[in-house]
């Protein structure tokens, strides 16, 4: 069964510029996470979908953040414009329903300079 | 709100030795609890969880976890550390869920601790 997959895997860009990352879950699952880890802190989540539809993006800086999920499969998350304090990785997680384990990607290291 | 503190952001042990790693909870609800293993440039693997059935969770790679209500600890063990255990581990307790509930992903993540073991 394959994983969740994430592009790019690492990407470097200059403040003020836009970045997008990329989420492919695992076929059949209706629930996708973005999760935010700053080096030397744990995971923290900034949106959840299920389907095509935000169930909490309470957590998410709407300022400058935004995800979609258009079609109920991958999901697209974006920074414009990117601040230093961005520099992290970011993890996509997938579970079939909200009710059962989530699985995680191998995330992309953002850093911003 | 629900927080988790990991007691030592760094664990370091001798192969063979007993590796336990702390994790306390703060939950406004009965918790579902985590234990998470990363890997080098990896994504997060489940290693256990609790989700109120057996206080006693046993996980993969030979690692155990109890969940003590009275002393809101669900403290990560392994009797005998291996060099392949080397990683970071995350506790993570279970946000509740939008629709009601409990949610296996959305979750609040302790800070880490790094498991160093030494030949």
């Given at each position: 069964?394959?994983?969740?997959?994430?592009?790019?895997?690492?990407?470097?860009?200059?403040?003020?510029?836009?970045?997008?990352?990329?989420?492919?879950?695992?076929?059949?699952?209706?629930?996708?996470?973005?999760?935010q880890q700053i080096l030397g802190q744990g995971p923290k989540l900034l949106i959840?979908?299920?389907?095509?539809?935000?169930?909490?993006?309470?957590?998410?800086?709407?300022?400058?953040?935004?995800?979609?999920?258009?079609?109920?499969?991958?999901?697209?998350?974006?920074?414009?414009?990117?601040?230093?304090?961005?520099?992290?990785?970011?993890?996509?997680?997938?579970?079939?329903?909200?009710?059962?384990?989530?699985f995680f990607g191998q995330g992309t290291r953002l850093t911003v300079v | 709100a629900q927080s988790v503190t990991q007691l030592g952001s760094h664990v370091s042990v001798s192969e063979g030795a007993l590796v336990l790693l702390r994790c306390?909870?703060?939950?406004?609800?009965?918790?579902?609890?985590?234990?998470?293993?990363?890997?080098?440039n990896q994504g997060l693997q489940l290693l256990l969880k609790y989700t109120?059935?057996?206080?006693?969770?046993?996980?993969?790679?030979?690692?155990?976890?109890?969940?003590?209500?009275?002393?809101?600890?669900?403290?990560?063990?392994?009797p005998s550390a291996h060099m392949s255990d080397a990683a970071e581990y995350f506790c993570a307790v279970s946000d509740p869920s939008n629709a009601g509930g409990t949610s296996y992903g959305k979750l609040t993540f302790g800070q880490g601790t790094i498991l160093t073991v030494h030949p």
């Open positions: 069964e394959a994983g969740v997959a994430q592009s790019p895997r690492y990407k470097i860009i200059e403040k003020r510029q836009s970045v997008a990352f990329w989420c492919n879950p695992i076929s059949g699952h209706a629930t996708l996470y973005w999760y959840q979908f299920q389907n095509n539809g935000v169930v909490d993006d309470s957590q998410l800086p709407k300022d400058r953040f935004s995800a979609e999920r258009l079609k109920g499969v991958d999901s697209t998350l974006k920074i414009q414009p990117a601040k230093l304090e961005d520099s992290a990785v970011y993890l996509c997680a997938s579970s079939f329903v909200e009710n059962t384990e989530a | 306390n909870y703060s939950s406004s609800v009965p918790p579902y609890l985590f234990w998470y293993v990363q890997y080098p109120s059935a057996a206080t006693l969770v046993k996980g993969i790679n030979g690692f155990e976890a109890e969940f003590k209500k009275s002393e809101t600890s669900f403290h990560l063990t392994k």
